[in-house]
């Protein structure tokens, strides 16, 4: 993609909801086969499909989508996503406002151009925007591009979520 404008990052639309469930998929996907302990349901498709809508028009979520030019006259292609959501930590006290970086994807082919670090960026901008007091990411273990991309825009470890598999008795 050298020499090509970069992807342009702007709120996700409801047209959008085709190509973002492609993109969430291939994003849980390949979460499900680096994080072993994460495993894709049979259905995931379908719960995204119904889910992406709704969260569209949710007032504390925000979903960006990443869109690489196209010739003039046709549709940009939606390459990457991020999603985003203003909560209150610990739920019980209210006591800080908290911008939750939920999810970021960037599709293979466009990868290591800056997209992810621009849909952070863009995200960030707009939880500080609505208030925040901290931020907050989740990365499961193993997803070694994530922390890497999230440590670099300067998130640091929190907690240590350790787990044990029932299946295991």
């Not at 085709?18 to 390949?30: K, M, N, S, T």
């Not at 007032?59 to 209150?88: C, N």
């Not at 007091?133 to 989740?138: D, M, N």
Request: a neutral charge.
């Amino acid at each position: 993609m050298t020499g090509e404008r970069p992807p342009t990052i702007r709120a996700a639309r409801r047209g959008d909801v085709p190509a973002l469930v492609d993109l969430r998929i291939q994003h849980l996907g390949e979460i499900a086969k680096q994080a072993t302990h994460v495993r894709l349901l049979p259905d995931a498709r379908q719960r995204t499909e119904q889910s992406l809508p709704v969260w569209l028009g949710q007032e504390g979520r925000i979903v960006l989508v990443a869109e690489a030019p196209a010739p003039e006259g046709e549709e940009g292609v939606l390459v990457g996503y991020a999603m985003g959501l203003v909560s209150t930590w610990p739920p019980v006290f209210k006591n800080q406002k908290v911008g939750e970086i939920l999810e970021c994807y960037v599709g293979v082919k466009y990868r290591a151009q800056g997209t992810g670090r621009g849909l952070v960026a863009k995200l960030t901008e707009i939880l500080v925007g609505r208030g925040v007091e901290v931020l907050r990411s989740v990365v499961p273990e193993g997803l070694e591009g994530a922390s890497g991309r999230m440590a670099a825009a300067g998130y640091q470890p929190l907690y240590l979520v350790m787990q044990r598999e029932l299946d295991e008795f």
